[in-house]
């Protein structure tokens, strides 16, 4: 990903708030298939199973995946093999009127993490099971109401043989933070409050964002 320098993360603290905050990553891969390249959306979730801290470019770090083992992407999938997961996070399109000033050019504000790694296929049933129940958990925890999964495990195991769960451990990641950056501070500090009055959330969410730009 193309990160001018004054778009790139303050530290490596915000992909990390991205990725656990956006968990419906597009994971891309390429192949020698006439059917590829393959791209498939999914929840990706930080292995539970993982210990220390995750580095300034996430390198080292394991997640984890899965997706529909009926899907092309899956048979395409080769562990060892390289692939790409992208974390779209708040976004919002900027309006000229917001700047008040002449000549301007509309703009998309945004914010992106795009992770490379390694995958590698699970092959058990158990492990598969274990993928499922770990990111139930995570997505329950963050964004559901805690819903208790135990009467429902019998279910996931007669339908988690459908299912390709993956190991993912990074290589690196960028991080993209496109929040008005190169604009005056006064510019910058009009789209954050017209972000933040805007009903809908990831305005409301970017305009957060802007607000813990350093400086």
């Given at each position: 990903m193309f990160v001018p320098s004054h778009y790139r993360?303050?530290?490596?603290?915000?992909?990390?708030?991205?990725?656990?905050?956006?968990?419906?990553?597009?994971?891309?891969?390429?192949?020698?298939?006439?059917?590829?390249?393959?791209?498939t959306h999914l929840p990706v979730i930080?292995?539970?199973?993982?210990?220390?801290?995750?580095?300034?470019?996430?390198?080292?770090a394991t997640?984890?995946?899965h997706m529909n083992r009926a899907n092309p992407q899956w048979a395409a999938l080769e562990s060892g093999g390289v692939a790409l997961?992208?974390?779209?996070?708040?976004?919002?399109?900027?309006s000229p009127t917001v700047y008040e000033m002449a000549p301007a050019a509309p703009t998309w504000n945004f914010t992106s993490v795009h992770v490379h790694g390694m995958v590698e296929k699970i092959d058990s049933t158990e492990e598969?099971?274990?993928v499922v129940m770990s990111t139930v958990s995570a997505l329950e925890t963050e964004f559901g109401t805690d819903w208790d999964m135990s009467g429902s495990v019998d279910y996931f195991r007669k339908i988690v043989p459908a299912v390709g769960a993956?190991?993912?451990?990074?290589?690196?990641?960028?991080?993209?933070?496109?929040?008005?950056?190169?604009?005056?501070?006064?510019?910058?500090?009009?789209?954050?409050?017209?972000?933040?009055c805007r009903e809908h959330g990831r305005y409301r969410e970017t305009a957060e964002l802007m607000g813990r730009l350093p400086g």
């Open positions: 993360e303050p530290d490596g603290s915000w992909m990390i708030d991205l990725i656990q905050a956006n968990p419906m990553a597009l994971m891309a891969i390429n192949s020698s298939s006439a059917d590829g390249p393959f791209a930080p292995d539970p199973a993982a210990t220390g801290e995750w580095s300034a470019d996430l390198s080292g997640l984890l995946g997961l992208i974390f779209t996070g708040p976004h919002g399109y900027v598969t099971l274990g993956f190991r993912f451990t990074v290589s690196g990641a960028e991080g993209m933070f496109k929040l008005s950056q190169e604009q005056p501070a006064e510019v910058r500090d009009r789209v954050q409050k017209s972000f933040s």
